[in-house]
């Protein structure tokens, strides 16, 4: 069974902080490099942090030294620190393996959280 439930999202001004987090189906999480995507509407989604099973990490440029990615094997799950936001952080976020999981022949994803940053 695909489990990708994400939270934590929420409105929070410039500057602040959220902590997403991810739970994740076990025999995907174990074996697995994950990630944090985001979408702006009408866009496609863009990977912005990334996690090995060894736990070596990569950032997209717009947010290395603000989100750090970490995984707890112990909880099946991956998440964000998302520090000193901005308003361009907006988006819904997603969890994901890398590559993107695939069923029936589709792309899985899960319903995302919500993360809006304005003041």
């Known amino acids: 069974q695909v489990q990708l439930v994400e939270s934590g999202g929420h409105l929070v001004p410039p500057g602040g902080s959220l902590r997403l987090s991810c739970v994740v189906s076990?025999?995907?999480?174990?074996?697995?490099?994950m990630g944090w995507y985001r979408q702006v509407s009408g866009k496609a989604r863009d990977l912005v942090a990334q996690i090995t099973i060894g736990s070596i990490m990569k950032y997209a440029d717009a947010v290395r030294g603000r989100f750090t990615i970490s995984r707890d094997r112990a909880k099946n799950s991956v998440f964000l620190q998302m520090n000193s936001l901005k308003t361009e952080d907006t988006g819904v976020y997603y969890c994901n393996t890398i590559p993107v999981l695939i069923t029936n022949s589709r792309e899985y994803w899960g319903h995302g959280t919500q993360v809006t940053v304005s003041s």
């Open positions: 076990e025999n995907i999480f174990r074996y697995n490099t």
